[in-house]
């Protein structure tokens, strides 16, 4: 076997992933050659403070942005040079990226389903089955526009799932979520692994993480700091606490006694 042989034996072991990722804007780095795997029914989250790099590398794992330089493979097939095989097999919820607002809900999930080429009979019976699941029944004639945050976010999910993607990669699925829908959410997400799929989300949150990912890579200015099965990095403390330490507070100490209330 030869060395690009092993290579491509080695990446197909995983269901997502990249080598040597890099994104420059200007003259800021955003993601600094960056290697991730991400093993096929792994719940795998990725933490960092804000502007380290998460929303970009997510970015270009998904084909979103073109990076500067790497590659970027999803189950052994490269998203770059076959993105006609490798996107297919991504379900993508986007932090923050606008979407057909001017459609319903029911609308914007056939049009996502349509758009990968399912038959029409399948959208509308899954588009039915995720409006529910979501708790958007109603939504489903309302126009995306008139969405809150927390619906938008669910809607982008179900449009992620319609096509029943091998790998989910969600940046920031739980935020504006209200308690009632992100336990219906975590529900779906961890039937989906349990069944074989691999989920990555991007997350704040570290209580989530623990509660959901099995494992973690924590990126701080553009680099992954660390990065394994969760206990694994969070050693004998917590997620949050081991967070802290490897990419710092942030706080600079300042006398703030003027705030006191007297």
Same mark, same amino acid.
């Given at each position: ?17 990249? @080598?040597?990722?890099? #994104?420059?804007?200007?003259? *800021? ?9 991400? %093993? ?13 790099? #998460? ?42 990226? @606008?979407?057909?607002?001017?459609? *319903? ?14 038959? %029409?009979?399948?959208?509308?019976? +899954? ?11 109603? $939504?489903? +004639? ?10 938008? #976010?669910?809607?982008?999910? $179900? ?5 029943? %993607? ?9 935020? $504006? ?5 992100? *336990?219906?959410? @975590? +529900?779906?997400? @961890? ?5 074989? /799929? ?23 200015? /553009? #680099? ?39």
């Amino acid at each position: 076997m030869t060395s690009a042989q092993g290579a491509a034996a080695t990446r197909a072991e995983f269901a997502l992933s990249t @080598r040597g990722v890099r #994104k420059e804007f200007g003259s *800021t780095v955003a993601v600094d050659g960056i290697d991730l795997d991400i %093993p096929p029914g792994s719940f795998y989250g990725i933490v960092g403070p804000n502007g380290a790099g #998460k929303t970009t590398l997510l970015s270009m794992a998904t084909g979103l942005l073109t990076p500067d330089a790497g590659t970027v493979h999803v189950h052994g097939v490269s998203l770059w040079d076959t993105p006609e095989q490798a996107k297919p097999m991504l379900g993508v919820l986007p932090d923050g990226l @606008r979407t057909f607002d001017r459609l *319903t809900g029911a609308e914007l999930i056939s049009y996502a389903g349509l758009l990968r080429g399912m038959h %029409p009979d399948v959208v509308r019976e +899954r588009r039915d089955d995720l409006l529910v699941a979501l708790d958007l029944s109603s $939504a489903g +004639r309302t126009l995306v526009t008139d969405f809150s945050a927390g619906m938008t #976010k669910k809607i982008g999910l $179900a449009c992620a799932l319609v096509h029943a %993607p091998r790998v989910l990669v969600l940046d920031e699925p739980f935020e $504006a979520v209200d308690p009632v829908s992100a *336990t219906a959410i @975590r +529900r779906i997400l @961890r039937s989906f692994v349990d069944s074989g /799929g691999t989920v990555v989300l991007s997350s704040h949150v570290m209580a989530l993480v623990e509660q959901l990912c099995d494992q973690v890579a924590v990126v701080a200015d /553009g #680099k992954v700091m660390a990065s394994g099965a969760l206990d694994d990095v969070r050693g004998d403390t917590d997620l949050e606490t081991t967070f802290v330490t490897l990419v710092g507070s942030g706080d600079e100490e300042r006398d703030l006694s003027w705030l006191q209330q007297s």
